[in-house]
């Protein structure tokens, strides 16, 4: 079985930055067709935040964080979040699939996840 791990939450002031990486671990080899960043409330649902084809380079955004947060990728997968309020708080899960999904910012298209890292922003 594939593991992803995300890393990179922390507690910041309204307006501060972070950035998230997310790894893999495991005993098989595997390549990422798709990739995304998912964030969830307590008691609400896991949301879209971004996503990006690999073979394509192609970025998707949820409108909320457009010109604010960027996802790219080079051996991890990485969300970097600027201008963050707190709003943006919320547990930031990393997903993957081996195949290109058709609704990105869809949950349900993923089989791959990590276990989440917290992201607090509060003054």
């Known amino acids: 079985q594939v593991e992803l791990v995300e890393s990179g939450g922390a507690s910041v002031q309204p307006g501060g930055s972070l950035r998230l990486s997310c790894t893999a671990s495991?005993?098989?080899?595997?390549?990422?067709?798709?990739m995304a960043w998912f964030h969830q409330r307590p008691g609400g649902e896991r949301e879209g935040v971004a996503a990006m084809f690999s073979d394509s380079k192609v970025t998707l955004y949820a409108d909320s964080v457009k010109g604010r947060f960027t996802i790219s990728r080079d051996s991890a997968l990485y969300l970097q979040m600027n201008s963050l309020g707190p709003d943006d708080s919320a547990m930031y899960f990393c997903?993957?699939?081996?195949?290109?999904?058709?609704?990105?910012?869809?949950?349900?298209?993923?089989?791959?996840w990590g276990q989440g890292t917290q992201v607090t922003v509060s003054s």
């Open positions: 495991g005993h098989i080899s595997y390549s990422w067709v798709t």
């Open positions: 997903a993957a699939d081996s195949r290109w999904v058709s609704s990105p910012l869809q949950s349900a298209e993923y089989s791959y």
